[in-house]
């Protein structure tokens, strides 16, 4: 078999800024350019879960879709394949193969790729991060503990810039044809409700970066409204296109330096720059820490206090926990695949300090639906609540009556989410999630939120 090239895109489903594409240009070799779902993210596991809930699995179809029309029109196919990613790929790649794919973050993506290097000619490139590995080098061996000592590094080392785009200005490569077919069957998305700019795809995309700063410009408003629990334009909304790489954090990042050069005291480009080096931090941290990010203990040398109660954990399947903001917060997540962060600290502090439940098992959901799920900022931030991870203080507990007050004092987003509830007051929420006087006809709390869990 003649020399070829295989490019294998995970959470890279993109053509601008792709060093991927780039690299198989350049050496100038028939290339087969595939995407793999892997079997085990659609196989139910001991706790029922996937990792491919109804919404995520409609986003992510959605972006493969829109890049195998790009990659058409310039006469590229893209390979759609489900199976074991090794399997697969050494039969793509046969005796003359060599592969190209974005550097390893999860151990698990890690692993493929050390299988895969050890029999042919593997070159990696960096997809999902503002810088690569040569830029942090001096970190990697010894990875700060907070995020504040991680930013004041990057403020000292200004040769730690973000690299221009990498895109050629045409994809010109030759199609190497394959005849190994594993077609996905996606599993169905009954119920999923995505919702515009939440769309998968390159195009949705960088149409919605182009909205969001030069047209409607909301993102002036970032600072003040980041922590609102409704709304499409009251965050960025660029998390899931980050996460599957239908834009490029670097050309995030480049238009909103852009942004600051025309509106030089913009606190809200300074607040959502910042976001995105609490995203960059994960990432390094998954990279430099890998199957620990993963553990109960996670960062810490003590493991904290947990139970598993089969009971607690349904209730929270089922959004039934009878606490009405929490529940209002798994519906949103399981049909839409989103929510605001301010609700996703609410939901896992929840699950951590008042279920006293095991926080993996809560990633392990939040992975299964949140359509900008990934591993990185995903763990990240529940062993972050759970005080195992790079937190400078021990435990993060946050007083839901307080956050309901404060977050949700109309209870708008509760009503939209919890219709059943319409009627009621703030106080009458209260009561019942504190055992006090409970609600007629909505499940009673599974455990119960005293009126004064102010922390
Ligand atoms: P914006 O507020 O507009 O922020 C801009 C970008 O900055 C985000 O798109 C994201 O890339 C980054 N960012 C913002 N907040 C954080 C944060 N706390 N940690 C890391 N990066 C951040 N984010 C994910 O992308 N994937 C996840 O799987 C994920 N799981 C989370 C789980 C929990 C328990 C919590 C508390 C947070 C999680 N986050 C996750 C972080 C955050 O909630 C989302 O990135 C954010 O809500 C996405 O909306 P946005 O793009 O409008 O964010």
């Known amino acids: 078999m003649s020399a070829h090239q295989v490019l294998w895109l995970r959470n890279d489903l993109r053509l601008h800024d792709h060093e991927g594409f780039h690299l198989a240009q350049a050496r100038n070799l028939p290339v087969t350019v595939v995407f793999i779902l892997p079997e085990h993210w659609i196989t139910t596991d001991a706790w029922g879960m996937n990792r491919l809930g109804n919404a995520k699995a409609t986003f992510l179809r959605a972006c493969?879709?829109?890049?195998?029309?790009?990659?058409?029109?310039?006469?590229?196919?893209?390979?759609?394949?489900?199976?074991?990613?090794?399997?697969?790929?050494?039969?793509?790649?046969?005796?003359?193969?060599?592969?190209?794919?974005?550097?390893?973050?999860?151990p698990e993506e890690a692993g493929w790729i050390t299988q895969l290097s050890a029999h042919w000619s593997v070159t990696t490139y960096t997809s999902q991060t503002l810088f690569n590995a040569h830029q942090v080098q001096p970190l990697l061996n010894a990875w700060p503990a907070t995020f504040s000592r991680f930013r004041r590094w990057l403020q000292k080392h200004t040769d730690a810039e973000v690299a221009q785009d990498t895109s050629a200005a045409e994809l010109s490569l030759t199609d190497h044809p394959v005849t190994l077919s594993a077609p996905v069957t996606?599993?169905?998305?009954?119920?999923?409700?995505?919702?515009?700019?939440?769309?998968?795809?390159?195009?949705?995309?960088?149409?919605?970066?182009?909205?969001?700063?030069?047209?409607?410009?909301?993102?002036?408003?970032?600072?003040?409204?980041?922590?609102?629990?409704?709304?499409?334009?009251?965050?960025?909304?660029?998390?899931?296109?980050?996460?599957?790489?239908?834009?490029?954090?670097?050309?995030?990042?480049?238009?909103?330096?852009?942004?600051?050069?025309?509106?030089?005291?913009?606190?809200?480009?300074?607040?959502?720059?910042?976001?995105?080096?609490?995203?960059?931090?994960?990432?390094?941290?998954?990279?430099?820490?890998?199957?620990?990010?993963?553990?109960?203990?996670?960062?810490?040398?003590?493991t904290p206090p947990t139970r598993f109660d089969a009971e607690l954990w349904q209730a929270w399947c089922r959004a039934e926990t009878g606490v009405p903001a929490i529940d209002a917060g798994l519906n949103e997540l399981q049909r839409t695949g989103f929510v605001s962060n301010r609700l996703r600290q609410n939901m896992a502090s929840y699950l951590i300090h008042e279920l006293k439940l095991d926080w993996r098992l809560g990633a392990r959901w939040f992975e299964q639906h949140l359509i900008d799920a990934d591993p990185a900022s995903n763990y990240g931030n529940w062993a972050y609540i759970a005080g195992v991870g790079h937190n400078p203080r021990p435990e993060h507990r946050f007083s839901l009556n307080q956050q309901l007050q404060h977050y949700d004092p109309d209870l708008q987003h509760l009503r939209h989410w919890l219709p059943t509830l319409e009627d009621l007051n703030t106080d009458a929420i209260l009561r019942h999630q504190s055992g006090e006087h409970l609600l007629t006809g909505y499940p009673s709390p599974v455990v119960t939120v005293p009126q004064s869990d102010a922390t």
């Open 186 to 302: 996606w599993p169905d998305q009954p119920g999923a409700r995505i919702q515009l700019p939440l769309n998968g795809g390159e195009r949705v995309a960088r149409q919605h970066l182009q909205d969001y700063l030069w047209q409607t410009r909301a993102v002036g408003h970032y600072h003040q409204t980041r922590n609102q629990l409704m709304g499409l334009s009251c965050s960025s909304l660029f998390s899931a296109h980050m996460a599957w790489g239908a834009i490029s954090v670097r050309e995030i990042w480049r238009q909103l330096t852009s942004w600051e050069q025309l509106h030089p005291d913009s606190r809200a480009v300074r607040a959502l720059k910042d976001e995105l080096l609490w995203r960059e931090f994960f990432h390094w941290s998954l990279v430099v820490n890998g199957a620990r990010v993963f553990q109960l203990n996670g960062l810490k040398d003590q």
């Open 64 to 106: 493969l879709v829109d890049l195998q029309r790009s990659l058409a029109d310039a006469g590229l196919t893209l390979h759609i394949l489900s199976g074991e990613p090794v399997t697969l790929l050494s039969e793509l790649l046969g005796e003359s193969g060599s592969l190209i794919t974005a550097a390893a973050q999860a």
